[in-house]
């Protein structure tokens, strides 16, 4: 359990900074930085069991049928990178305070970084791959947030939206990466993939698997062709640079190579991928960084150049280069981290990045001055430093991989080229900043920021000191323990300053001088740049995505041009096509399987409901008539529905059948009674064409199906009605019981929806003619007297025929479907008869909490079964004997199916009700722009 509180403790601190900015920036801090102490308290704890072989793990089942589980592992390899994230995190969040103005909502930033820092904690202790990914999602979200914390400032929104775009994608082709390497392993289970390697890479599938994976990887590692998104999120506050795009996200992509390493890192596919990528990426992003004049954009594009190099090494894939990329994982950390802290006192303490604005601050800064030029050496790979050992360790490796064969010199002479314009480019910024006179005075008289603020990367800078000269005491333990989750077996390891005069060796020298003389040569290098057009990434992805957009406009132009018998079309001929598709490739279309005979009921049927459905086609102008024939459609489906054995549906078809002819009747009365002729011969000869052509085809289709023998899941609802319902109606039992989650989402689906008309009827009122739409004058006798006492006479006989259609529901045809479409009816047909005012003040309730109500009660029933120890609407039921009455069954379903009733009848009367009191006798005032809402005059013309 103590795994699962690293990762809970974070989570918790998204909520501590909001709350706590009202006490003050200093406390606010205080209270953020908490549970990151004490989750790195935690991870440190696990250590002993670590160092004695053990594997700390935590599981908890939650989506089994998706192969889901919320499990967390702690090996060697998480520990370096939960180790990194709480470590630099907890240095950023006090940097952070002073960095930040007062003005600035501190709390929400700091909730932001503890977002990220929860969702990079998740992706490096996962133990399970669908959980990686959705961690792995939400540091794409999280971070688009901190990028974009200056929203007031259009270059934060465009590099917050293409670093969300290319992770974003990214993130999609990780997704089907994962699915498929799941799938190859059997399992989901980190374990299980990781002990699973020879397998998966002899799989077939294996080389789009690893093309999804890498593109996830590359992408948020900011590989070349993908790194462009990087430098422009420099848009972001310093401390997210330092920790988002030096420490954390961008090694995001480097964990799970390295995490999945065991598993698909054996082939000489990964080899030739990871490696040239790596190699191009290292080049690429070295070379920009000694052009660019931005102090932050020169590190953002030496942080891609230092992806490059360790991805290159996971390429290389023998053992020490594994080790190598683990170690420069850390160095990178600690001396890039100093590095954007340090360009962000610059910026804060001077009001620029601009290297023209800068120089000669060793005067007016001289401890910064002195912490950026050992973290700079650190970068450039100068000895007694880090990073001298890791580049080091990276040239050794370049020289004996076997990849390239006989043009494997390529390899150590790209390394020793990266080299040299590593040290040129931080030999560049330092001199730049610190010792070359500015030809611009900055916005700002420079001074040194308070002491806090340059203590964290003063702790850093003494890390790259400490490890550089004692490598062997500070590095080796913990480079020994990642290591082992990544290989086999770990090659002895012997870190030391002095390795003897080797060619690794020769190559940093190399570096070290050619990186001098090229910063010598600097000028000519811009004068060379300069014969380029600049391109900007970001003006050239906003242009891609302008692009992208007006094709989807042309697109929807052209297809959505607001014809509903298009879009009818389009659909109806894309069922017809699939329909087609797959009856062709049938042998034949005769089963086998005897049908039903056809007698002269079955004919009789067949004919009236051809008849009323081209009725309804040919009358569709004389809107009265062409409802009357599609009533009558509907009428011969319930009675097949009962022709066939199936009474609950032909009840339901018919009782929604009467409410649909209510409502449609309802609207109609709004309307013309006529329509004018609008569609073309042309049309009609398309329209009659699909029209027939469908329905031969689904006629095809349905005699194919009950020509043949086919199982049906049917069975299985019919064998466990009674014994795991306790119910003889199989319908009614499927919908409270075994597929009860589906019809709880429909009720509440049914009782939004008519909240949703209750609210948009509620106050429109529309003149009610006093004639028909050919000038006969309505009836004035509004409220007939024979209708009324019909109605008052159905209403208690219909209300207690819906009671028993409720009551029986269970076990013969009925429920609370029925029996509030019933009921509904009923009270429908007052309204009718006698008016809305007469009926109001009879039945003077109100009909929304009668939905709510019902979807509560629905609820509630399946909550109820928590108390019991079971699952989500588990139902329960007994058989009982009561004198007088005999035996009896009462089930909890039922207590389920009274708030479908409720719902139901509350949904239906909420719209039938509110559309029937719509009109108006008086007519709304022509200037009244709001004549729905306001009291109309009255005219003497209108009928009372």
Known sequence: MTLAWIPLLTLLGVLIPVPMERFGRRLCTLATATPVV??????????PMLLSGGLPHFSLTWIPSLGLDLAFRLDGLSLLFAVLILGIGLLIILYASYYLSAEEASGRFYAYLMLFMTSMIGIVMADNLILLWIFWELTSLSSFLLIGFWSHWTDARKGARMAMTVTGAGGLALLAGLLLLGDMAGSFDMGTVLASGEAIVADDRYPIMLVLVLLGAFTKSAQFPFHFWLPHAM??????SAYLHSATMVKAGIFLMARLHPAIGDSLLWSWLVTLTGMATFLYGAWFALVKTDLKAILAFSTVSHLGLITALLG???????????FHILN???FKGAMFMNAGIIDHETGTRELDQLGALRHAMPMTALVTMIAAAAMAGVPFLNGFLSKEMFFAETLYTPLLGGLGWLLPMLATLGGILSVAYSLRLVHAVFFKPARRQPPKTPHEPPRLMRAPAMLLVMICIAVGLFPALLATGILELASTAVLESVPELHLAIWHGVNLPLLMSLIAIIAGVATYGLHIHLKRFVRQFAPIDARLVFEGAIQTIASIAHTLTRRLDNGSLQRYMSWLLGGALLLATLGLVQLPRLDGGQATHPVDGIL?????LMIFGAIGTVVSHRHRLISLLMLSVVGLVVSLTFARFSAPDLALTQLSVEVVTMILLMLALFFLPQKTPRESSAKRNIRDLTLAGSLGMVIASLNYAVLTRDIDSISNFFVENSVPGGGGHNVVNVILVDFRGFDTLGEITVLALAGLAIYKLLNRLRLFMPHSDGEGRVWSPDRYPMILTSVSQTLLPLALLVSAFIFLRG????????????ITAVALILIYMARGVEWTQSHLDFPYQPVAIGGVAVATLTGLG??????????????????????????ATAMLFDLGVYLAVVGATLMILANLGKVTTPHRPRKDDSRAGTQQPQPSSKEPR
Request: glycine letters at 12%.
């Open 38 to 47: 004490i989750a790195l308290i935690l991870v440190l704890s696990q250590l």
């Open 235 to 240: 848009a972001a506050p310093t401390p997210v």
């Open 316 to 326: 290389i894939g023998s053992p020490m280069a594994i080790v190598a990329a683990l």
């Open 332 to 334: 990178h950390a600690a």
């Open 603 to 607: 004919l009789l049927g067949a004919a």
């Open 810 to 821: 269970h076990n013969q045809p009925g429920g609370g479907f029925i029996a509030g479409l």
């Open 865 to 890: 079964s928590f108390v019991f120890g079971y699952p989500f609407l588990t139902s329960a039921f007994g058989h009982f004997h009561l004198p007088w009455l005999g035996d009896f069954e009462l």
